[in-house]
């Protein structure tokens, strides 16, 4: 009688790590997807606090801060905000890239008129411009 052989032979690691490799493509795509919305969530987290931080500074001084020192706020890590006003009595935009997820933007407008046609308030994300966010007046 022959010894009895433990251990795998080569066909069979071959073929577990075939397994696990199309197992791994399946799962990779969403995983991604789950980051992905996982880092625009968090943009419009801090979005919404920076409204909710923002009003308050209004309702002290009877305007708007471009200046998040100012507020009572801190974005999450990796999130960069710029907050710009033409007028920091009429209102204030804001726009948010989480420096993670290359190519999209959430932005937000606060103020008496809507801009671009987005309602006071809402928060929509989107593809990022060319250029990185930088202070200025919003759009009109």
């Not at 996982?38 to 305007?63: C, H, V």
């Amino acid at each position: 009688m022959h010894p009895r052989r433990t251990g795998f032979t080569f066909v069979e690691i071959l073929l577990a790590m075939a397994v696990f490799g199309i197992l791994s493509a399946v799962a990779l795509p969403k995983y991604r997807l789950m980051k992905d919305k996982a880092y625009k969530t968090s943009l419009r987290a801090d979005l919404g606090e920076l409204r909710i931080a923002e009003e308050s500074f209004w309702a002290e001084n009877q305007m708007y801060s471009t200046d998040a020192s100012q507020l009572d706020w801190r974005p999450t890590t990796d999130v960069t905000v710029v907050i710009s006003s033409s007028d920091p009595s009429a209102g204030f935009q804001a726009t948010a890239r989480h420096t993670l997820m290359t190519g999209t933007e959430c932005s937000t407008y606060m103020g008496r008129d809507t801009m671009s046609g987005i309602p006071s308030g809402e928060i929509v994300c989107g593809p990022a411009s060319a250029s990185p966010p930088v202070a200025g007046p919003p759009a009109n």
